[in-house]
């Protein structure tokens, strides 16, 4: 079993900055891949980034440019360093972790974010 706990989220003005982190604990040899979803009232889920165990990374379009997505394996730790950020980014974001049986195998609980104009 892996847990995950998000940090970082909060309210931040249109065009700031904020970082979440993710830190698990658990069967932590078990994790490979692991990433940030997120989700709007009103919207589907969507998949922000993901990033493998050797650091090779993937963005949403919507974020590409803006988002970034890091690890440090030591601290057993997923970061989403978000730039520029626009008021559709608002939502609740999500760490996942996915192991060698399923994809986002594990889910945090979920951290709000939200982006005033």
């Known amino acids: 079993q892996v847990q995950l706990v998000e940090s970082g989220g909060g309210l931040v003005q249109a065009g700031g900055s904020l970082r979440l982190s993710c830190a698990a604990s658990?069967?932590?040899?078990?994790?490979?891949?692991m990433g940030w979803y997120r989700q709007a009232p009103g919207k589907q889920r969507e998949l922000v980034a993901t990033?493998?165990?050797?650091?090779?990374?993937n963005y949403a379009d919507s974020v590409k440019g803006r988002f970034t997505i890091s690890r440090d394996n030591a601290k057993n730790t997923v970061y989403l360093q978000m730039n520029s950020l626009k008021p559709e980014d608002a939502a609740v974001y999500s760490c996942?972790?996915?192991?060698?049986?399923?994809?986002?195998?594990?889910w945090g609980q979920g951290t709000q974010v939200t982006v005033s104009s």
């Open positions: 658990g069967s932590i040899s078990s994790i490979n891949t």
């Open positions: 990033i493998t165990t050797d650091g090779s990374t």
């Open positions: 996942t972790a996915s192991d060698n049986l399923r994809i986002d195998a594990y």
